[in-house]
């Protein structure tokens, strides 16, 4: 069954560490995309991309940074983690001939303390 | 992309269909209709989308009304995994689903 899997469903931190959020999807997909979500507002696109090595800047992109050195690979790190950045993290991909459809993963629960 | 307006809970008995309304009355002439869901822990998942005719797959049935300002997913046979959170996007064609704003959706719950 084609997939896209987060490294951790459940992660605590402590303040001030950097945090790696890994993404992998198995269905050869150009686009992925990190989201965040939170009650009462929604989905937010943090940061997306379209290609290997390439990254754009979504809604809400202060305080994290993204790495695509591998086409099925996706990571989303928190330079400095915060407590207002704890936050259900959610990864999708699609491919370039079926964009509307964005698959996404099981999501990983951050907590930051 | 044109904004969606959703009501916020439903809940529907198990076994009857459920009917989710959608208003996007900004639509234009090139902008699809999507629909995902998502089960509570779960990342959400596709479920259908459509233009201007209505659609039917395995998941659900999708009716656009003519002038294509709402729409209403339909469950068939609701059971009790479908409890779930429905949202509507309006995007264009083969834009990126990805970069669409979700937002509060309807609730649905459905009771034994």
């Known amino acids: 069954d084609v997939k896209v899997t987060q490294s951790s469903r459940y992660l605590v931190k402590r303040t001030g560490e950097k945090v790696f959020l890994e993404c992998v999807q198995d269905?050869?997909?150009?686009?992925m995309f990190w989201y965040r979500q939170d009650p009462g507002l929604g989905l937010r696109l943090i940061y997306f991309s379209y290609d290997v090595k390439m990254k754009e800047k979504g809604d809400i992109p202060e305080g994290y940074s993204v790495s695509r050195e591998k086409k099925e690979r996706f990571s989303l790190i928190l330079e400095s983690a915060s407590t207002n950045q704890t936050s259900m993290y959610l990864c999708?991909?699609?491919?370039?001939?079926?964009?509307?459809?964005?698959?996404f993963g099981p999501g990983t629960r951050l907590t930051v303390t | 992309d044109a904004k969606t307006t959703q009501p916020p809970s439903m809940d529907c008995a198990e076994g009857r269909a459920a009917n989710l309304p959608c208003n996007h009355s900004t639509i234009s002439g090139n902008e699809y209709v999507y629909w995902y869901r998502q089960i509570h822990s779960q990342g959400p998942q596709y479920i259908i989308h459509g233009l201007k005719n209505n659609e039917t797959n395995e998941m659900a049935s999708l009716i656009i009304t003519e002038d294509r300002k709402s729409s209403t997913l339909i469950l068939p046979h609701a059971t009790l995994r479908d409890t779930a959170v429905y949202y509507c996007i309006v995007r264009g064609y083969n834009t990126n689903a990805g970069k669409s704003t979700f937002g509060d959706g309807t609730t649905l719950t459905v009771k034994p």
């Open positions: 999708a991909s699609s491919s370039d001939t079926l964009r509307g459809q964005a698959r």
């Open positions: 269905m050869d997909h150009e686009n």
